[in-house]
């Protein structure tokens, strides 16, 4: 089986690209030319990566631009390939009241970017075409390519001083290697949900999260501070995450937070 992706420098991108998938350097607003680079790769599976992820950012400034790529990008895709097209979402796409979601609950997105998203599966589920999925999955970390939270918050324990981190805001985060490997094998599936979560399997706070960093990196733990105030522009979903029962159900790998925080940290001590 070919795989193309697009989005090949972003953080599950540059990790798809270690297993011999094909990146679509187009830019996938522009059908002509999209078109002729999938032709030439000619992917029975295209991995759809490619997305503007700047939360506030989508609110304002890049508000045009994530229409652009997230839901125009979205659709050239689709529209250009005759082919299977697995489309990574996210938790974003619900509200955050009640979660940790299940592929079952009503989408209800809160933020420019959540909506963008929620377009997009739209746009796949409208095409009809019976081997699309939808892939939601949340909280990425791990891949050396972009900084994300574990990052930032090693970072923040290397410099020795205190520091706040929100316990309002709930999900599960997901170490990009183990997000690569299921959506492979989700790949080879003859008859695969049609919307499957692929998400670390606890639900904990971005104050729990900052903890079980500091444990597994032995560092210090006490330099963070809980807060319930959460900066940025864009309202996020409080209460959020994915639930991964189908995922397990189907026989895809699914591991717990620390698990990826552990691989992570021997990734580092091995490099």
């Known amino acids: ?46 991995i759809h990566c490619a997305a503007i992820t700047d939360v506030d950012g989508a609110e304002d400034r890049l508000f045009k631009e ?9 659709s050239c895709v689709r529209t250009a390939f005759g082919g299977q097209m697995i489309y990574l979402s996210t938790d974003y796409v619900f509200d955050g009241q009640r979660g940790p979601y299940s592929e079952t609950d009503k989408p209800n997105p809160v933020s420019v970017y959540g909506n963008s998203k929620y377009m997009g599966e739209r746009i796949i589920q409208e095409h009809q075409n019976p081997l699309d999925i939808i892939v939601r999955t949340t ?4 891949n050396g390519t972009k900084y994300d939270f574990v990052k930032a918050i090693l970072d923040k ?25 299921a959506i492979l094998q989700l790949c080879e599936m003859w008859s695969a949900p049609r919307i499957v979560h692929i998400a670390g399997k606890d639900c904990i706070s971005r104050y729990e999260f900052a903890k079980m960093i500091a444990e597994v990196f032995e560092l210090d733990e006490s330099l963070i501070l809980p807060t319930k105030k959460i900066t940025g522009k864009a309202q996020r979903p409080k209460k959020a995450g994915l ?29």
Not at 157 to 180: D, M, N, R
């Open 66 to 74: 994530v229409q652009r790529v997230n839901v125009i990008g979205t």
């Open 243 to 271: 639930k991964t029962d189908l995922a397990i159900d189907i026989g895809l790998p699914i591991y717990s937070v620390k698990d990826g925080l552990e691989e992570l940290r021997n990734a580092h001590i091995n490099v």
């Open 139 to 142: 909280i990425l970390y791990g």
């Open 157 to 181: 324990l290397h410099l020795g001083e205190h520091f706040t981190v929100p316990t309002t805001i709930f999900g599960t985060p997901t170490y990009v290697p183990h997000l690569a490997d």
């Open 1 to 46: 089986m070919k795989i193309a992706i697009t989005g090949a420098n972003g953080r599950l991108g540059s990790e798809l690209l270690k297993y011999n998938c094909k990146p679509i350097y187009a830019d996938i607003t522009h059908p002509s030319t999209l078109k002729k680079h999938i032709s030439d790769i000619n992917p029975d599976t295209i």
